[in-house]
């Protein structure tokens, strides 16, 4: 296997088939819009929010949707491919043999912001998931202890913001109330 890292760029933009032999390294591999984004695993206070939150989620989201992290989203012509934090997307996707799931199928990516590269998920990842038509994206922010909830996607990005704070609530992708003291604690 030859590394990313170690080989030269291809001739054209990345694709998800430039990453089939990455190593198993750790580091996370991900493709925005044919460029190649390598970051470090996530330290264990990025995680514990992570894991947080995943669990407020999976115990409000009915039978008919998965709440998973590290499950990527893979635009069709492999020139975007992004492994959030956390996903929600339509369960029946994980008896399918695709590779990542469609944005199609996915209702809601969670990104927590990365102290060491907070602009990964504040603006590259934000244009990104907007891009390939994620239906919402929340960028949840410890430093502020807020979630910035994003809605209405389109090329050039989404069309609705909102700053949620204290106690967060809404109807989709499901019915769900998030105490987010609990979640930042």
Do not use: C
């Amino acid at each position: 296997m030859t590394h990313p890292l170690l080989r030269p760029q291809p001739l054209r933009p990345w694709q998800f088939e430039d990453l089939l032999d990455s190593p198993d390294d750790g580091y996370r591999y991900e493709i925005f819009d044919g460029t190649l984004l390598v970051t470090p695993p996530p330290p264990l206070p990025h995680a514990n929010l992570v894991y947080r939150l995943r669990r407020a989620l999976d115990r409000q989201a009915p039978d008919a949707l998965a709440v998973s992290e590290n499950i990527a989203v893979l635009r069709p012509d492999g020139t975007s491919f992004f492994i959030p934090d956390l996903v929600i997307f339509d369960a029946g996707l994980l008896d399918s043999s695709l590779p990542a799931l469609p944005p199609a199928g996915v209702k809601l990516v969670i990104e927590v912001v990365s102290p060491s590269n907070p602009s990964n998920d504040l603006v590259l990842k934000r244009s990104g998931y907007a891009m390939i038509g994620v239906a919402e994206y929340w960028i949840v922010d410890s430093r502020s202890q807020e979630v910035l909830a994003l809605t209405q996607p389109r090329s050039d990005g989404y069309l609705a913001e909102e700053k949620r704070t204290g106690t967060m609530s809404g109807a989709a992708p499901f019915p769900y109330e998030l105490d987010l003291a609990k979640i930042f604690a």
